[in-house]
Every structure is written in C-alpha cells, then in structure tokens.
C-alpha cells in the first residue's frame, strides 16, 4: 500500500554495499550491489533500485515512502590506510611544526633500529609556523601576528593546498588565535576546507589533538565531496528527509556534522556493525559476544561485555592516531578477497592485500587471476557458483581452479589441498586476532560466543571457534548485512570533551557541574531544535593519580551530578575503576581531573519486532560434494526455508541468496524462533 513507511540502513563496503529496509510492520528486507569505488554513490543507487525490485516496486516509490536512510561509509577509512586523502596545509604555532613527526617518542617495534618513521601526512615544507603564543592557562603569551599569519596563508595557497589544520598550542584554554586564523582563511582561501583543533578535539596532550586534527583536515575533502554527491543523486531519485551518518563511537550524526568532524566518521561501517551486535545481543539476551565480522576486504573484531562495547580514545588507523571517542574494533586485513601467495621460502600466505570489488576473485571473472579465499571456497565445493547472490552472478568454478593451480604447484601439491591450506591459514590469522583483543583486555576468549556476519564469516566461523575453543557460534538471519541493519538500531549522538586540568579537589564539584552543564547545553543545541525524541546524557570523566603520564575515563552512569559531595564521589569512583583495571589503588595521593566527557543521545524510535519471512514447510534439502578433510556428499538446506526449531548435524551447509555457513563434524545447528542459526561446536573426538 501506500502508507508503507521504510527506514533504510546503507552499508558500503570495500566489496559491496549493503541494504536493509525495514517496514512498520517489521518486515526485514535486504539486498547487496557492487560497490563502486570511483564513486560509491553510484552503487548505492544501484542497490536501492535492487532493494525496490524485492518489494515489487520502483526506486523513486521507495523512496518517496522512506522517512529514515542511515548510512555508514568507508570513505574516510580507505582515504586513510591507502592515503588518498587531501593536499593539507598546516598552521602551527612558531617552532612546533615537527610536533606531529616527533609523535610520542615511541617506535611501533622498539627494538628495530632500521625502522623507519612513518611519513607523516603533512609534509614538513606544507606545515608552516605562524607568530602567536597562547599560555596553559588561557593567557596570551603573544598576539596573533596578522603579518606573519597572511605570509603562512600565501605560501599555503601557492602550494595549492586544499585543505587546512589549524593546531596552535594550548587552544583548548583560548581558541580565539584559531578562531581568527578561520576568518582570514575563509577571506583568503575561500574554497578550503578548515579543520580547527580546538574543535576536533579540545583536550590537553598536543600530539593526540594535532595529529587528530591533521587526521580531519585529510579525509574531510573527501567524506564531504562523497556525501554531497549521494545527498544529491537521492534527492533527485526522489528523497526528500535527512541522512544520517553512522559515527565511530556508535551514533549517527547529520551530513553537516559528520562533514565538519569527518575524523569521527573513520570507523563508520564497521561501527554499524557493533551497533547491530548490540541489538542481536538484547535479542538474544545473552551479553557476552565476541563480534566477528568478515566481509570481502577485512574482518572486523569486538568485544561485547553484558552487551556494551568500549569506548577507547586511542585509536590508531594504519599508522595515523585518531584521538576521538570511538568503539574499540580491530581490524585484520582478511576477507573473501584476501590474495593467497607462496613466498621465496615456500610458505603459504593469505592477505593483507585484496582483490576487492575490481578486479575481484578469479571466480567473479571480472579480469581477477589471482587465488583469493573465495577462489578456495569454490574449489573446497563450500559455495555453490550457480546460487552466489541468488544466482544474479554465476561463479566461474573453472577459473578459480586455474588460479588456485597456481599456488599448488608453487607448494608442490594439489588444488584441493592448496584451497585447504588457503583456509587454514586465514582462520589461523583470524583466530590469532581474535586472541589479541580478547586477552589482551584480560578476557578469556572461551567466556564468549561469537556472534557471526559480514558475507564471509559463514564459511569460516566455526573452524575458527575450534581454534579458540569457543563452543558457541550465533548466525543472525540478517548476517550478510548486519552492519546496515544495525545501522537502523542506532541512537543520534554528540560526544564532547573539555580539558580542565587541575588537582581534583581544588576543581570542586561546583566547577564540575558547571561544566557539565554547559557541555550538555551544547550537546542538545546540536541535536537541533526539531529534534523531539527523549534525550539521554551519559558523564565520565578522564582522570589520573597526580604522578601519572595517562589518564583513565571513569564513567559517572548512577553518580549524582546534584550531589553536595560530588567530587568526593567522582574520586572514590575512579579510586575503584584503577582497582579494576590495574588491580590496585592509591587513596592517600593526589587526583587530577584531566578531561571533563559528555555524550548527549537523542532516541530514535526502536525498529519493530522482527518477523521472520513465512517459511514454505520443510524443503527437502539438496546435497552436494564438498571437501571437509575428504570429499563427502552433504545436505544444503535453505535459510530462507528452515523452520524454527530444526536441527541440523554438520557434516552439512546452509545457504541463502547472500551467505552461505559451513557446519563440519561435531557440530550442529539449531534455528531459532526469529530464523537465526545458534551452533554448537562440539570437541573434536
């Protein structure tokens, strides 16, 4: 009918872009398009128009009928790693501008002494020293020299820079040197983008809030040309409401603003999916997840306890440091189009370099020639070339033999058992990851379960779970698309900061609570007056003992903020959270308050109750040969088909138009009311 209204969750990916709409009724409906990377905006339209055709109606109807699209991209994070970002410019107070090349002092492996640094994303003749000086405390040491600021400006210009970070030092206590550096920027170089570190990130620590802010200044040419292009490809289609873009720290924020800090839009995809976990978890109500999602590019990795990720500060992507609020997710360079090579030495390895969505896997016959994991899956008989995307693109099975071939005869054995050896070696990279984020938390990873998706993960979860000793895997119904799903589950939210460093006691609870309650004030004027849902203010603070280098943050969840004894609280309470974390605590000594944190979060509506598609009986299931150790002939079942409540014991192979899970020996399945898949891994015998 026509009063249909959608939300629409929109997932590109390095592979693909994914989309899931979501009716009032609650009816979950998904599709996958190429992505296109020259422009991504271009396959998400092309998945619209896919996603209408599942509906049974046109593009523009859709989204005529749609009063939600959340989006989560890829851009700002592969301008990052495969530094295409912006020409940047810096400006910096006089005689600091190697600050972001002399970074913290330590090398990412110590001991190497040949290592060399990594290049900086500025280089050092674009950053230029202005004549300014600004005190800790707020006062002017110098005055902003207009002179020198229009000379610094002019030589930007001639280099044709189109970008600008603005890091004076101590600019977190008084901005208005940066403040007035922006106005003559904009008379000066009017079609610049300009990144002000007083308001990326205005925190004490000046290598944290510099390289952030130069972070900013390199993506946001891109992330804005990028969401300027997919705002005007869907008005024209027919879209008339905003779009929402998914944020590192797992909220959503408007186009302006996420093209303002595009710094804190590097993690945006794989945030969907922890956002997605998030929900699956309150499903599911069970809380401890480990999230593993394996897409065509990379595998993703998070920790879920009691149902909440972390948050951490400290972020690095490739070898920039991104100092924003942001979820904890690793990030392996494996997936389906992860490229399998034989070294000088004869070893076997998978990745980190993938074919991507061009050329793609040898079996996409898109011009790709070399072995990829998905070439292996097709070799192994795991993926059915006739079914791959519900049959829209036929795998080429004879030229993934080819290309694996090549491999086995560098090893010097067969196809079959190159493909095995391609598996082994990914689940091992990816099991060992996994490892590392857990341990190194102090979980122990056999607590969890984990929680699989992305188009990949089905195919290699289990084994994986065997090689942690985790003996429960849950596949949503939604897995191949669960980012963009849980992009639809996602609150509006703004994290601010302040610096105000000072003895805790002396800083009072009073100091506090103003402060508190100004950040709150800005954090709803940005949520916008025609925001009407209800609001929700989360408080932590960053604090540490009076010796320390680093601070830890000390969330205030059911501390008082009205309380007379309010900074007695706050101390006791980062008191306990050094306990947890570093099993001791040090009540005599000094506390200093470093940052003051406030995130506001405005509630969108909930997504209905999901209703699992009516399932046709019990179809019989089909079987075909693959190879698990030997060649077998096992059932495929439908996913689409299964009923709740059936059982299925591995050796065996469920699919549907857009994932496909392998279940081996001592394994099985159960589906679930909502049309889930939870599997036990049994012990091998």
């Not at 005689?95 to 190497?112: A, T, V």
């Not at 969907?272 to 595998?299: N, P, Q, V």
Request: glycine share 10%.
């Amino acid at each position: 009918g026509d009063a249909e209204v959608y939300r629409i969750g929109v997932d590109v990916g390095g592979t693909f872009t994914d989309l899931v709409a979501v009716d009032a009724e609650g009816l979950v409906v998904i599709a996958k398009s190429a992505s296109t990377p020259e422009d991504p905006s271009i396959g998400v339209m092309d998945g619209m128009g896919l996603l209408a055709a599942e509906l049974g109606t046109d593009a523009r109807s859709l989204l005529a009928a749609t009063d939600l699209i959340v989006h989560g991209t890829t851009v700002a994070t592969n301008a990052l790693l495969e530094r295409k970002g912006a020409k940047v410019g810096m400006l910096t107070t006089e005689g600091h501008r190697d600050l972001i090349e002399m970074r913290e002092g330590l090398k990412d492996d110590r001991y190497n002494l040949r290592m060399p640094p990594p290049v900086p994303l500025v280089p050092r003749a674009r950053r230029i020293g202005v004549s300014e000086r600004m005190r800790f405390d707020g006062k002017v040491a110098t005055p902003l020299d207009r002179r020198s600021l229009e000379a610094a400006i002019a030589r930007l210009k001639q280099m044709g820079v189109n970008s600008v970070a603005v890091c004076y030092l101590h600019s977190y206590a008084n901005a208005s040197h940066e403040r007035a550096t922006r106005r003559a920027l904009e008379r000066l170089l009017p079609d610049v983008y300009v990144s002000l570190s007083s308001e990326v990130l205005p925190q004490i620590k000046e290598y944290e809030r510099f390289g952030t802010t130069v972070v900013n200044a390199y993506v946001g040419p891109a992330l804005a040309t990028y969401l300027g292009r997919l705002a005007e490809r869907l008005k024209a289609g027919g879209y008339a409401r905003e779009v929402l873009i998914m944020q590192s720290h797992g909220g959503v924020a408007g186009i302006a603003d996420s093209v303002r800090l595009a710094a804190g839009a590097v993690l945006s995809g794989p945030a969907g999916g922890i956002a997605g976990s998030r929900h699956a978890a309150r499903l599911l109500s069970h809380g401890d997840f480990i999230t593993f999602d394996m897409g065509g590019t990379s595998t993703d990795i998070a920790l879920l306890q009691d149902g909440e990720p972390q948050l951490t500060g400290d972020k690095t992507v490739g070898p920039s440091k991104v100092a924003l609020p942001a979820i904890d997710i690793h990030t392996l360079g494996a997936g389906g189009g992860s490229i399998a090579y034989v070294d000088a030495g004869g070893i076997l390895h998978v990745g980190p370099e993938s074919a991507g969505a061009v050329p793609g896997p040898a079996c996409y016959g898109r011009g790709g020639v070399a072995a990829t994991v998905t070439d292996a899956n097709v070799v192994l008989g795991f993926l059915d070339p006739a079914n791959f995307l519900g049959g829209r693109a036929r795998l080429n099975a004879p030229a993934a033999e080819r290309a694996v071939a090549t491999v086995a005869k560098r090893l010097g054995t067969s196809a079959v058992a190159a493909a095995e050896g391609i598996q082994r070696v990914v689940n091992t990279n990816m099991a060992e990851g996994i490892r590392l984020v857990s341990v190194r938390r102090g979980a122990d990873p056999r607590r969890f379960a984990l929680l699989a998706f992305g188009g990949a993960a089905g195919l290699h979860v289990t084994e994986v779970a065997r090689m942690l000793e985790i003996n429960r895997v849950v596949v949503p119904r939604v897995a191949a698309v669960l980012s963009a799903w849980g992009m639809l589950t996602t609150d509006l939210r703004h994290e601010l900061v302040l610096t105000h460093v000072g003895d805790a006691q002396k800083v009072g609870g009073a100091r506090l609570r103003k402060l508190f309650a100004d950040m709150e004030a800005e954090g709803r004027r940005r949520l916008g007056t025609d925001f009407t849902g209800r609001v929700r203010v989360r408080r932590a603070v960053d604090m540490r003992y009076g010796e320390q280098t680093f601070e830890i943050t000390v969330p205030l969840e059911d501390v008082n903020v009205d309380a007379a004894d309010l900074m007695d609280r706050v101390v006791e309470r980062f008191h306990r959270r050094h306990e947890e974390l570093y099993t001791y605590s040090a009540p005599g000594q000094d506390v200093v308050l470093v940052n003051a944190r406030v995130a506001v979060i405005g509630e969108l509506p909930g997504l209905p109750a999901e209703r699992p598609a009516a399932a046709a009986g019990d179809a019989q299931p089909k079987s075909r040969r693959v190879y698990i150790g030997r060649w077998l002939e096992v059932p495929v079942y439908d996913i689409e088909r299964v009923r709740a409540g059936l059982e299925v014991k591995g050796p065996a192979i469920l699919e549907s138009s857009t994932t496909t899970v392998v279940l081996r020996e001592n394994e099985h399945a159960t589906v679930t009311p909502l049309g889930w898949l939870d599997i036990i891994v049994g012990v091998r015998s």
